[in-house]
């Protein structure tokens, strides 16, 4: 007998409800940890060129008749321009939360998301932490349900469209069957992100589309509440999406709370490695002026990036493997939180850059994309040193812990004046969103900080 096409009705039953009742504190402060971390991130990226650009184009675009903060301006606008800009603050660096079974990011498209609908909607905390504790579950399960091998991108704008529209959706008060259009409207209208699978200009700011997929998210939630209907058995195509895989214990767990998190504003592809070199770095006090050649034995896509020695931009060198080591080994790792232009066309690092190589290892190659691991090889006159990271730091399996976030969120900002921020973070903690939505939404966020050591 053939299954029912009923996936998305799944989601949606799933979606609509959920209660907060029935959310674990361990859940919710997976909720308190993930804001943290994408309001880091969106800060850290608030003063780039792109973050820039997409706050005057929603500007311009949507007008400033809604009811949502685009971040940094004080200026508002429709729930979808201020998803477009504020999530391409939060993506923007790299630095953004990723999750293993998706390969990507859900953080810096479901967050940005439910903040802004939260404050067009005026919800209660209790729903705002439930809505972002569904469209990660919803994102995440749907990108887990591909077959990796067959896919040209691993880019998370194919998939985070759909957390969400299922978060906008409960938020909006959506029915079910308007709630099942909107998630196939979702999955069609996403970005189909076909150059990240094979042009070599990394070095741009559409990068993984995420900001872009977040807004057709959001429209269409307001394009299913019009009447306007998708595929509805989008998702119920085994040689497309494996629909066990997708639904198999939903409403058992939560996935936030398999999320990881980011000491270094570069691909996560990228993190083992960087461990790995300033261990041996640190603890066995070798200087990088005796380092011949470094070896990075790791998984095959991690070759695929561009892994320029001499990147022009700064998201080219988000996608450089031998640039973000020689960063590391030069200017030290905190050069890394975040990752500046100020770092770009250093003699020292792209000299090191250049003694790295790039190797498929058989063993971690088929652990991926459970694990990003690397092992690195550093060869020097009097010998050779070795180091395996499976669990670069932030992993499930080697996390960061409230008090390393916080510290991550002081020394990604120190140039700015977040003080505020900070301060709204621990409110959102508290049980009030509000003046975390206040906060982000001041232009003052962009001023320098005088006192660039910390907050």
């Known amino acids: 007998m053939q299954r029912r096409n009923d996936t998305l009705e799944t989601l949606a039953d799933y979606a609509l409800d959920l209660r907060f009742a029935s959310i674990s504190e361990t859940t919710i402060n997976s909720v308190r940890d993930c804001v943290l971390d994408c309001v880091t991130s969106a800060v850290a990226g608030a003063d780039s060129d792109a973050a820039g650009a997409a706050r005057l184009a929603a500007q311009a675009t949507f007008g400033q008749g809604g009811l949502s903060s685009i971040w940094f301006s004080g200026r508002k606008a429709p729930a979808a321009g201020a998803i477009l800009?504020?999530?391409?603050?939060?993506?923007?660096?790299?630095?953004?939360?990723?999750?293993?079974?998706?390969?990507?990011?859900p953080g810096a498209a479901i967050i940005p998301s439910c903040l802004a609908v939260a404050e067009e909607t005026g919800c209660s905390w209790e729903e705002l932490v439930t809505c972002i504790v569904i469209g990660y579950e919803i994102s995440?399960?749907?990108?887990?349900?591909?077959?990796f091998s067959r896919l040209d991108t691993m880019s998370t704008g194919k998939w985070c469209n759909y957390g969400v529209a299922a978060a906008v959706g409960r938020m909006r008060g959506l029915k079910r069957a308007e709630l099942v259009q909107a998630l196939a409207v979702a999955g069609v209208h996403g970005p189909n992100q076909s150059a990240a699978g094979y042009s070599k200009v990394m070095g741009n700011h559409a990068k993984e589309g995420i900001p872009w997929s977040s807004l057709t998210g959001c429209?269409?939630?307001?394009?299913?509440?019009?009447?306007?209907t998708g595929p509805t058995d989008i998702l119920d195509h085994p040689a497309y999406f494996d629909r066990a895989a997708i639904l198999r214990g939903l409403g058992r767990s939560f996935v936030i709370e398999g999320v990881y998190f980011k000491p270094y504003s570069c691909c996560r592809w990228a993190h083992a490695a960087i461990d790995g070199l300033t261990d041996i770095l640190e603890r066995e006090g070798l200087k990088r002026e005796a380092?011949?050649?470094?070896?990075?034995?790791?998984?095959?896509?991690?070759l695929k990036l561009n892994n320029d020695a001499d990147p022009d931009t700064l998201e080219a060198a988000?996608?450089?493997?031998?640039?973000?080591?020689?960063?590391?080994?030069?200017?030290?790792?905190?050069?890394?939180?975040?990752?500046?232009?100020?770092?770009?066309?250093?003699p020292e690092t792209i000299a090191f850059a250049r003694r790295v190589e790039l190797l498929v290892d058989d063993t971690i190659n088929a652990r991926f994309p459970a694990t990003t691991g690397a092992r690195i090889?550093?060869?020097?006159?009097t010998g050779q040193h070795q180091r395996e990271v499976m669990h670069p730091l932030g992993d499930p399996a080697n996390p960061m812990s409230r008090d390393r976030l916080l510290a991550k969120f002081n020394a990604a900002t120190r140039a700015l004046n977040a003080d505020k921020v900070l301060s709204a973070i621990t409110e959102f903690d508290?049980?009030?969103?509000?003046?975390?939505?206040?906060?982000?939404?001041?232009?003052?966020?962009?001023?320098?900080?005088?006192?660039?050591?910390?907050h």
Do not use: C, W
């Open 377 to 381: 090889i550093i060869k020097t006159p």
């Open 291 to 302: 380092i011949q050649s470094v070896e990075v034995h790791t998984f095959e896509r991690a």
């Open 318 to 346: 988000q996608y450089s493997v031998p640039f973000v080591l020689g960063v590391a080994a030069v200017q030290g790792r905190e050069a890394l939180l975040p990752l500046t232009e100020n770092s770009l066309h250093h």
């Open 140 to 147: 995440v399960r749907i990108a887990a349900g591909r077959d």
């Open 430 to 454: 508290n049980g009030q969103y509000a003046p975390l939505v206040s906060a982000l939404a001041d232009p003052g966020v962009l001023s320098s900080n005088e006192n660039s050591s910390g």
């Open 219 to 228: 429209m269409a939630v307001s394009l299913a509440q019009a009447g306007f």
């Open 85 to 105: 800009a504020n999530s391409t603050a939060a993506s923007i660096l790299d630095l953004d939360d990723g999750h293993r079974a998706a390969t990507g990011h």
